[in-house]
């Protein structure tokens, strides 16, 4: 799988747009990009995946670049409980792979 | 979504007990399921693959006779922790993933073991 790299923390007003980035330059033509987030003590969550298209659902939009090098995870009207650490990972689209976790970025959501 | 089902949340246990750790998946059938450990302030490693109706496949560092995978059926996986001991305090946790194609995996809620 492709690696990827995340800001370690970011920081969002609440109400306000949260933008998380995620470089994948090495990523495959076969390989999509998720997003995952972990709440304290929780297992993680998923939010979002894609290919090569813009995908949007009623969590978060995820714009992919038209390289695919990179990609962003929208989160329109940030609120206190999108406190988490967001993950980016690339794989391929194989049933018996597991997923391999980075170390995320931290997003604090400020009152 | 799917749901995966973890149980317990939490345990406490001595020293050279075991602890076993069920994971189901409660909507879906899953003849692969991973489990996952989770340090304080880390990210997930994976463990292990556990794979349903034949052994498990453990990660390099893993010692398989301690971490005892049984995938009985298409909807449970359990991690038994033999002879624990402090160290193997950690957050576990299990995922799975529904079959077909283009598929999220699904995660269990987590098990915080503390082994005092």
């Known amino acids: 799988d492709a690696k990827t790299t995340q800001p370690t923390s970011m920081d969002c007003a609440e109400g306000r747009a949260a933008n998380l980035p995620c470089n994948h330059s090495?990523?495959?033509?076969?390989?999509?990009v998720y997003w995952y987030r972990q709440i304290h003590s929780q297992g993680p969550q998923y939010i979002i995946h894609g290919l090569k298209n813009n995908e949007t659902n009623e969590m978060a939009s995820l714009i992919i670049t038209e390289d695919r090098k990179s990609s962003t995870l929208i989160l329109p009207h940030a609120t206190l409980r999108d406190t988490a650490v967001y993950y980016c990972i690339v794989r391929v689209n194989n049933y018996g792979q597991n997923f391999v976790f980075g170390p995320g970025t931290r997003l604090s959501v400020l009152p | 979504g799917a749901v995966v089902s973890q149980h317990p949340s939490w345990v406490i246990c001595k020293s050279g007990t075991s602890v076993k750790i069920e994971c189901r998946s409660l909507d879906f059938q899953a003849t692969t399921m991973f489990w996952y450990r989770q340090f304080p302030k880390q990210s997930l490693m994976l463990m292990a693959t556990s794979n349903e109706g034949s052994k498990a496949t453990y990660e390099q560092g893993v010692e398989k006779d301690k971490f005892l995978i049984n995938h009985a059926s298409l909807t449970l996986s359990t991690l038994t922790v033999t002879s624990a001991h402090p160290e193997d305090s950690s957050f576990y946790i299990c995922?799975?993933?529904?079959?077909?194609?283009?598929?999220?995996?699904?995660f269990g809620q987590g098990t915080r073991l503390t082994v005092v």
């Open positions: 995922s799975a993933r529904p079959g077909g194609r283009n598929t999220e995996a699904f």
């Open positions: 090495t990523i495959s033509g076969n390989e999509y």
